[in-house]
């Protein structure tokens, strides 16, 4: 019932909060720790200006679309001998 109730809420911000959802993002693939600025962002810092915020949020988003790309791109290299097999 509980990661029912997660799944919702990141549906949610998927939806209603694209940016907010790339973050979650990198902090559930990332092996590391958030830094002490992503910290800051998802805690609602007010030292931050919106376009600090706006700009880490897009190189994220930027980081996941070509994630994305290398997937397919590694895909699209599959000989074509061994995706007969």
């Given at each position: ?26 902090f ?40 994305i ?17």
């Open positions: 019932m509980l990661t029912r109730h997660f799944s919702d809420i990141i549906g949610h911000l998927q939806t209603h909060f694209p940016s907010m959802y790339h973050l979650y993002r990198s559930h693939i990332r092996k590391g720790l958030p830094t002490p600025f992503e910290v800051k962002i998802a805690a609602g810092s007010s030292d931050l200006s919106e376009e600090q915020v706006n700009e880490h949020l897009k190189s994220l988003k930027l980081e996941s679309t070509s994630t790309q290398s997937a397919f791109d590694k895909q699209t290299m599959v000989s074509p001998k061994s995706a007969h097999m």
